[in-house]
């Protein structure tokens, strides 16, 4: 059985850096690809990063120049590093294993001085 648990969120200052984790437990790490998105009240659930198996990444547009995926193959971690953080990014972010549709709960990031 495949869970996620996400960590790494809290509040942060507008500029500030922040880096989420995503813990995976079972035996699906280095087969599938794995996806990071984030929920803000009153708004869809909006993709940021994917990485696949063999450490591709993609990223939508709007997010190739703050946020970087990578993950720990020997830790079974994936990770989200965000940058330049802005009030807008205030949300609710998730860890997913698109084919399996399988989520975290998630970790809440909040942006305020």
């Known amino acids: 059985q495949v869970r996620l648990v996400e960590a790494g969120g809290g509040l942060v200052p507008p500029g500030g850096s922040l880096t989420l984790s995503c813990e995976v437990s079972?035996?699906?790490?280095?087969?599938?690809?794995m996806a990071w998105y984030r929920q803000s009240p009153g708004n869809q659930r909006e993709l940021l990063a994917t990485?696949?198996?063999?450490?591709?990444?993609k990223y939508p547009d709007f997010a190739k120049d703050r946020f970087t995926v990578t993950k720990d193959n020997t830790k079974k971690v994936m990770y989200l590093q965000i940058n330049s953080l802005k009030p807008e990014d205030t949300a609710l972010y998730f860890c997913?294993?698109?084919?399996?549709?399988?989520w975290g709960p998630g970790t809440q990031v909040t942006v305020s001085s």
């Open positions: 997913t294993v698109p084919l399996l549709d399988v």
């Open positions: 079972g035996s699906i790490f280095h087969i599938y690809s």
């Open positions: 990485i696949a198996g063999n450490g591709t990444t």
